[in-house]
């Protein structure tokens, strides 16, 4: 007959046999972060428990039943490519960082959270990466250069304040939320911009005049970026505000914020900037004149839409990191001497805490490493896929053990940790979500002192601030005051912002 | 000094010289996805003028500036695979779809819709096979075999009612706008089924009895596939329901019914399924129940976060075809011989308008060509990106002429027309957005008698119905009152739906 049935039937799909292996793999892929959200919920009842952990564990466990599947010829189901992580998955990340962000308790803390995030990141990354050259020499890893210790210390700089942030409650202890979450970005930042200075830096002649330089794009770069993230933000305030763009439809309002948003990032990478500054000061200013332009609509839209999408994101990447963790092929080479590999990781994990102490009092909340330090450790140890070079295997699979552990082990202990120091309040006002007006995190151990900045002018405290964090207040408030007069008489008319109110379409 | 400041300055970004073509293209690609949108906009007060047509003009735009540039050698900057299409742009296109229509005039209709869709689309296709058979002989276009035929016929079988849609009132003309709503969608599933069964079949002997299976497996498909998407749809409800997931985080409702649409599609395509009519489907179910589960911020966010994705999606769609349009290689092999070029493009846009006057009242709705006709023909006329084959050089050309054509051409006309027949109402009652009482769609020469079904029965109008509209109504208002018993009695206190109460989070 010349006629078979079966592949009629087969054939009526839209899918030819080499796609196959694609769309299987996406296809079980979302299937698992399905899998995720709804374990991660019914989780959240237990409260030392947290989404990452979920998805790292649900990773796991494909991982395992995948490899017991193929034979141990494979862990993974996607191949992770780290463009993946920089184009798609962290710009929504960052984006929604700097939208949701309390700006007001953000600027007001602006010198603190510059201190701990960028300094902070630089003393972290100067121990990690000398304390990684002295110590690795006496354990057996093959050949690293310069330029890898570094990155190890950019690597290992970069924290991951997620597990700490869904304890913490932003209403309930605002000033210490700000500065975790505030540390969180910066640091973020910090770690990836000199990671990709250091991998494009000639290190073979370092003098002083050439670290001053440095120093001085770093800061040039921080500049640009920053500025080029405010403008796109302010075009987009602009734009919306002066086209009313609600009249005719809302979905373009909404379609408008992503796509510049996005712009944002892009055009920041197409100049050689640094996206992820870029997107969260577009975030920034998106949050402040923006958002007040568009209609009600629109607003709930974006503020759900925006969240959600950083949301999967991030349990994206911890259910890869979790599936990526068991991948044979970097193990293999890596398991004739277990005993370096667990130095590594010991000496890793010890420089961490460290290099962490010695720059912060909010310790605990940057222990976690995540995400971008995976991303960086595949950028510089992987070139292609795979490694085949000792030393970079042992990296990997030390990088793999670092976030594994400190995820789990501080993630697991955050929550008990934080209600012993935090004692939940009597009395939480939930009706007033934004700046409470008596926050009652006067118990903050962390920090000496969690009142607000303001009340502390008055006097009318009998903790008396510490006097590292009056010296840092005072001047913040100036500017703030005068930033306050500057918005309201040029940039508020200009670009809209709360209490500028869209008609409602008819 | 072996150092170089501008390459230091340069490394500082991420992207290295070899993505900074995709990162260019990206950006680019973006930048023109806004300015559609707002030039979108700004042209929404000419009544005449519509997306499509602005996100084409500026594609042709960009190409002629891209081809000025490149010397002639390219025209786009992104290279259109079908699979793009076929796994990103269109799901969200018609899960939206469903998820937006409205239930109760769409099943009401159901038994015209699916006539004028499925039915129609196989008559349309037939003639346009044959038609292209009998009259590409007098033309010299090189070789085609039968299966090329067939998949013209499917090919410039899927209509494009985005323009008129665009144009129609749902609350004015609700009747009218289901139809063509309706028809529009099942015509495009028809027609990605049929082609893909083309493509699949072994078109070398063809005899009644296996015909006749091929018709029987394809309803197998059509009902495999909705079976497919209702019960992801339902199971959806169920856990959000179940779970209370809104308890905890808005946003994990949101991301879940997100992730559970796409995965629907997905899985259609891992079975060889239709995962179009799955998606479509599957939105329907969640609109009627899974949609009323969810906190009332997600409602607001899904319903619009569907709608942007999807009206992303379009522009995306007709911003690149108008970008390829200019393609000069395609051009290249047809340029020997333009007047055949001419003579099959008017042929097919002949035959388009026969096929679809065969078959359907609501005739210039269908007239339209666009992005699913685009994808279709990419799939079969070029196998590895440009094809050297004159005669799929030529079906290329001809089918971007006729899209190009009939979307700017008829598109422009649409409005003009629409309001040369439909009268604006007198008194719009605006604030009963669904199901007005009293339809002012009396005026509606389209269809005979715009009333609605019910008032039909009650025999209170003084036009009588056409009778065939009235044999159609009849058994589907029968099978209506039955569902929604059922749907009172069975899903609703399973599943939610209208009227169930998410406790809002506290």
Same mark, same amino acid.
């Given at each position: 007959m010349g006629f078979n049935l079966g592949s009629v039937l087969m054939g009526l799909g839209m899918t030819s046999d080499s796609d196959q292996y694609s769309v299987d793999s996406v296809t079980l892929f979302v299937a698992l972060?399905?899998?995720?959200?709804?374990?991660?919920?019914?989780?959240?009842?237990h409260r030392w428990m947290n989404e990452s952990i979920t998805a790292l564990a649900i990773g796991l466990g494909t991982g395992v039943v995948i490899l017991l599947r193929t034979r141990g010829k494979s862990s993974h189901i996607l191949v992770f490519?780290?463009?993946?992580?920089?184009?798609?998955?962290?710009?929504?990340?960052?984006?929604?960082?700097?939208?949701?962000?309390?700006?007001?308790?953000?600027?007001?803390?602006?010198?603190? /959270?510059? *201190? &701990?995030? $960028?300094?902070?990141?630089?003393?972290?990354?100067? +121990?990690? %990466?000398?304390? !990684?050259?002295?110590?690795?020499?006496k354990l057996d890893i093959g050949y690293l250069e310069i330029g890898d210790y570094l990155a190890i210390g950019a690597i290992f700089s970069a924290t991951d304040s997620v597990c700490t942030l869904q304890v913490l409650n932003q209403d309930e202890t605002p000033?210490?939320?700000?500065?975790?979450?505030?540390?969180?970005?910066?640091?973020?930042?910090?770690? /990836?911009? *000199? &990671?990709? $200075?250091?991998?494009?830096?000639?290190?073979?002649? +370092?003098? %002083?005049?050439? !670290?001053?330089?440095?120093?001085?794009?770093?800061?040039?770069?921080?500049?640009?970026s920053t500025l080029?993230?405010?403008?796109?933000?302010?075009?987009?305030?602009?734009?919306?505000?002066?086209?009313?763009?609600?009249?005719?439809?809302?979905?373009?309002?909404?379609?408008?914020?992503?796509?510049?948003?996005?712009?944002?990032?892009?055009?920041?990478?197409?100049?050689? *900037?640094?996206?992820?500054?870029?997107?969260?000061?577009?975030?920034?200013?998106? %949050?402040?004149?923006?958002?007040?332009?568009v209609t009600e609509n629109s607003r709930v839209t974006t503020k759900h839409a925006f969240a959600t999408m950083s949301f999967v994101a991030e349990i994206f990447i911890f259910l890869y990191v979790g599936m990526d963790a068991l991948d044979i092929e970097k193990w293999r080479s890596v398991s004739d001497s277990p005993g370096t590999s667990v130095g590594v990781s010991s000496i890793l994990l010890g420089l961490v805490m460290v290099g962490r102490a010695a720059f912060v009092t909010i310790?605990?909340?940057?222990?976690?490493?995540?995400?971008?330090?995976?991303?960086?450790?595949?950028?510089?140890?992987?070139?292609?896929?795979?490694?085949?070079?000792?030393?970079?295997?042992?990296?990997?699979?030390?990088t793999i053990t670092v976030v594994l552990f400190s995820t789990v082990v501080f993630g697991l202990m955050t929550k008990p940790l934080v209600r012993f120091l935090l004692p939940p309040p009597k009395h939480s006002n939930s009706m007033m979500p934004s700046e409470p007006s008596s926050p009652k995190s006067f118990t903050v151990p962390l920090l000496g002192n969690g009142q607000d900045p303001e009340a502390d002018m008055c006097g009318n405290d009998t903790f008396h601030p510490t006097s590292l964090r009056m010296l840092l207040t005072t001047p913040t408030n100036t500017v703030h005051h005068y930033w306050r007069k500057f918005d309201d008489a040029f940039m508020r008319p200009m670009f809209g912002g709360r209490g500028f109110v869209q008609p409602v379409p008819s």
């Open positions: 972060l399905c899998a995720c959200i709804v374990i991660g919920h019914l989780l959240e009842e490519s780290e463009e993946i992580f920089f184009i798609y998955l962290l710009p929504p990340i960052i984006f929604n960082a700097g939208f949701q962000v309390k700006k007001k308790k953000f600027f007001r803390n602006f010198m603190t /959270i510059i *201190l &701990f995030g $960028a300094f902070g990141t630089l003393i972290s990354f100067g +121990i990690i %990466s000398l304390g !990684a050259v002295q110590l690795f020499k000033l210490l939320y700000s500065l975790v979450f505030g540390e969180g970005v910066v640091n973020d930042a910090t770690s /990836i911009v *000199l &990671f990709n $200075a250091i991998q494009r830096f000639d290190l073979s002649h +370092i003098t %002083s005049s050439i !670290a001053l330089r440095f120093v001085g794009n770093l800061l040039h770069l921080f500049f640009t080029l993230g405010v403008l796109i933000g302010l075009l987009c305030a602009y734009i919306i505000k002066k086209l009313y763009m609600g009249r005719h439809s809302t979905d373009r309002e909404v379609a408008l914020m992503i796509l510049m948003a996005y712009l944002s990032y892009m055009m920041a990478e197409l100049f050689y *900037l640094s996206g992820i500054l870029t997107v969260f000061f577009c975030g920034i200013v998106m %949050s402040h004149y923006t958002w007040h332009n310790w605990w909340a940057g222990l976690m490493r995540g995400a971008v330090s995976m991303a960086l450790a595949y950028n510089q140890f992987t070139r292609s896929g795979h490694t085949q070079l000792r030393g970079n295997a042992i990296m990997i699979t030390s």
